[in-house]
């Protein structure tokens, strides 16, 4: 079991840079120790263990330097592309600013310039 409650570990067949492609089962920095040993994870994650919470604060920082709605939502893109656990928690922990990047109306503008952020094939939100 998992030394922290919010931390559990990944069941999958997939690992290494197979298991950090899958969005839905990708935890970045998250992964822990035991995860990495199991999965082949390290060298391809970065040495420190986070949890949600720091994940969420830098996240957070990235998203606040963005200057345009379109620059968030191209940030938000890559971060549900990458890691949905973290793209949701972000939304759910600040919906009201989030919102109008992840639905109407930098959506809109996302769909307009979907060209310019395609890195693969993934639904628009």
């Keep these: ?5 919010n ?3 990944v ?3 997939l690992s290494g840079y197979d298991l950090l492609l899958d969005s839905r089962l990708n935890k970045g920095t998250a992964f822990t120790e035991e995860e990495r040993d199991t999965f082949g ?3 391809l994650l970065p040495p420190h263990i986070g949890n949600l919470e720091d ?3 830098r996240r ?3 998203l606040d330097n963005r200057d345009t709605a379109f620059g968030k939502y191209h940030l938000m ?4 592309d990458t890691n949905e656990t973290l793209f949701y928690a972000l939304i759910e922990k600040h919906i009201e600013e989030l919102l109008p990047i992840v639905y109407t109306p930098a959506v809109g503008e ?7 952020i395609w890195r693969k094939p993934a639904a628009s939100f």
Excluded: V
């Design 55 to 57: 994940q969420l604060e």
């Design 11 to 13: 069941r999958t067949h």
């Design 110 to 116: 996302g769909c307009q310039r979907f060209s310019e």
């Design 1 to 5: 079991m998992p030394k922290d409650a």
């Design 60 to 62: 957070k920082k990235a």
């Design 7 to 9: 931390q559990t570990l």
């Design 41 to 43: 994870l390290h060298g």
């Design 77 to 80: 893109r890559d971060l549900q």
